[in-house]
Nanobody
Framework: QVQVVESGGGLVQPGGSLRLSCAASGSIFRINAWSWSRQAPGKQRELVATITILGSTNYADSVKGRFTISKDNTKDTVYLQMNSLKPEDTAVYYC???????????WGQGTQVTVSS
């Protein structure tokens, strides 16, 4: 089992920045990729960014150049640095960890990000 807990959400003005954190515990050694997804009201959940255990990253076109995903192995924490935020970035952001051994994704409870003036 793996547990993930997100934090760092909040209210920010357009053009501002936030850093989300995803703290992991449990059988982390089984995880080979971490992702951030988001879900806005009335919309489907959208994959935002992914990082593998080798450090390879991938981003949705809508956030490229503005968001950066990173991982601190000493703290078992994954981050999502969000810059130049736009109102359309408003959503609940979820972290998940992927275990290829059993194909399971472990999700956190989400953290709300609101971009508004």
């Amino acid at each position: 089992q793996v547990q993930v807990v997100e934090s760092g959400g909040g209210l920010v003005q357009p053009g501002g920045s936030l850093r989300l954190s995803c703290a992991a515990s449990g059988s982390i050694f089984r995880i080979n990729a971490w992702s951030w997804s988001r879900q806005a009201p009335g919309k489907q959940r959208e994959l935002v960014a992914t990082i593998t255990i080798l450090g390879s990253t991938n981003y949705a076109d809508s956030v490229k150049g503005r968001f950066t995903i990173s991982k601190d192995n000493t703290k078992d924490t994954v981050y999502l640095q969000m810059n130049s935020l736009k109102p359309e970035d408003t959503a609940v952001y979820y972290c998940n960890a992927f275990n290829p051994t059993d194909g399971r994704r472990y999700w956190g409870q989400g953290t709300q990000v609101t971009v508004s003036s």
